[in-house]
Nanobody
Framework: QVKLVESGGGLVQPGESLRLSCQVSGFTLDYARVGWFRQAPGKEREGVSCLGRSWVSRKYSDSVKGRFSISRDNAKNMVYLQMTDLKPEDTAVYYC??????????????????????WGQGTQVTVSS
């Protein structure tokens, strides 16, 4: 059974940092494409970051570029999102997404939900003073 479980969300003040984690079970991440999306209240789910099977393929949305960093640990089947200099507009539910065995090693557009086939349930991140 495939399962993605996010953790690490919480309430932080502007300028602080958080690291989100996503534990993947049911298949190995060795060949997977991984990503993070977020959804704020009243808004559509938006792509935040994508990391292809090839580690050189790493993309970020313009709103988080330079502040967020995606990584993976295939040995632990974990995906991470390191978030720094958090802003109130980063407040959202953050979702981990994985494509088990994509035909390409690189990411498509970071906004493209269709390049993933499994999703987690989300973890809430709230940035407020």
């Amino acid at each position: 059974q495939v399962k993605l479980v996010e953790s690490g969300g919480g309430l932080v003040q502007p300028g602080e940092s958080l690291r989100l984690s996503c534990q993947v079970s049911g298949f190995t991440l060795d060949y997977a494409r991984v990503g993070w999306f977020r959804q704020a209240p009243g808004k559509e789910r938006e792509g935040v970051s994508c990391l292809g099977r090839s580690w050189v393929s790493r993309k970020y949305s313009d709103s988080v570029k330079g502040r967020f960093s995606i990584s993976r640990d295939n040995a632990k089947n974990m995906v991470y999102l390191q978030m720094t200099d958090l802003k109130p507009e980063d407040t959202a539910v953050y979702y981990c997404a994985v494509h088990r065995n994509p035909t390409t090693a690189v990411c498509g557009l970071v906004t493209e939900k269709g390049q993933f086939d499994y999703w987690g349930q989300g973890t809430q991140v709230t940035v407020s003073s």
